[in-house]
């Protein structure tokens, strides 16, 4: 049986964990630090808590599904485990992160004896009727395609380390980076109180348009704080382009302010209350008398 090792248990680390396990593999977790919400998700997913690092990484395979931001912290972290370990694991990586985070990743690994793999996940959680991909480059990106065999659809692209992870950088900066420009939008709109007018316009011009958008932006509500740093980790991937790495950036702070506003006791007419009567067709604003 394939045992491997998944850091940590939130939305897309439980159900990866999830399908795996559905799909024959060992799961094995650590739930140091963690809280009871992510203890319940690894144990509905069928995740067995290990104690320590050692344990965790006595695996086939270890999955390291963490914040943006989190990614290179959590591989100095284990260095120590997976440079004592007699058997190594492959280290796969498969966070929302630049090329070059993913280069600094494959540097702190360096010396362990672990094969190394960069994997960008695009698509939601996994799930028996869901379209997630783990696409996955490096020398040892091949290493990953048995899990394919565990319930997890696998695509080895033919690329180095850092190729994965502008792939999903190009996606999501794409997706939701959309996402981020009609909500902007939407607002814009509600201001000056033709939300109502400009949802008639696309609704009758570019219906699927609307579709996507009311489908999406109000899915982002609670994803907001999570996006925070993936649009940081493009504006890196952007570097070079200062105007396109300028305007993730500022869809980074976009994106911080929604989750603010998401986290705080909900009022009648705030920014979010505003985007859910625009995606729902029932903004009834009143229109703002020209000067």
């Not at 070059?100 to 698509?123: H, P």
């Not at 998401?262 to 979010?272: C, I, Q």
Request: charged share 20%; net charge negative.
């Amino acid at each position: 049986m394939t045992t491997i090792a998944i850091i940590a248990q939130g939305e897309m680390g439980a159900a990866t964990g999830r399908r795996l396990t559905e799909g024959g593999a060992r799961v094995v977790t650590s739930l140091k630090g963690r809280s009871a919400a992510s203890a319940e998700r690894a144990q509905r997913a069928g995740m067995i808590p290990v104690d320590g690092d050692d344990q965790l990484l006595a695996a086939d395979f270890f999955l390291s599904i963490v914040p943006p931001g989190d990614a290179v912290a959590l591989a100095k972290q284990l260095k120590p485990a997976l440079m004592r370990a007699t058997k190594k694991p492959v280290y796969v990586d498969c966070n929302a992160i630049a090329p070059e985070t993913a280069e600094r990743v494959g540097a702190v690994l360096v010396g362990t004896g672990c094969a190394y793999v960069d994997a960008g996940i695009i698509g939601p959680p996994p799930a028996p009727s869901a379209r997630t991909i783990f696409y996955a480059s490096g020398d040892a990106a091949q290493a990953l395609a048995p899990l394919s065999d565990c319930g997890l659809v696998v695509r080895v692209l033919d690329g180095p380390i850092g190729a994965a992870s502008a792939l999903k950088m190009s996606y999501a900066g794409i997706t939701k980076g959309f996402t981020a420009i009609g909500a902007a939008m939407m607002l814009g709109a509600a201001q000056v109180g033709c939300a109502g007018d400009l949802h008639k316009e696309l609704a009758e011009s570019q219906p699927h348009l609307l579709d996507w958008l009311a489908r999406q932006v109000p899915r982002m509500y609670p994803k907001a704080y999570r996006w925070v740093a993936e649009m940081e980790e493009i504006s890196a991937f952007l570097a070079g382009n200062p105007p396109a790495e300028d305007m993730y950036e500022d869809i980074a702070r976009f994106y911080e302010r929604l989750a603010k506003i998401h986290d705080a006791p909900r009022k009648d007419d705030d920014e979010l209350v505003q985007l859910t009567r625009f995606c729902s067709g029932t903004d009834d604003a009143p229109k703002r008398k020209s000067a």
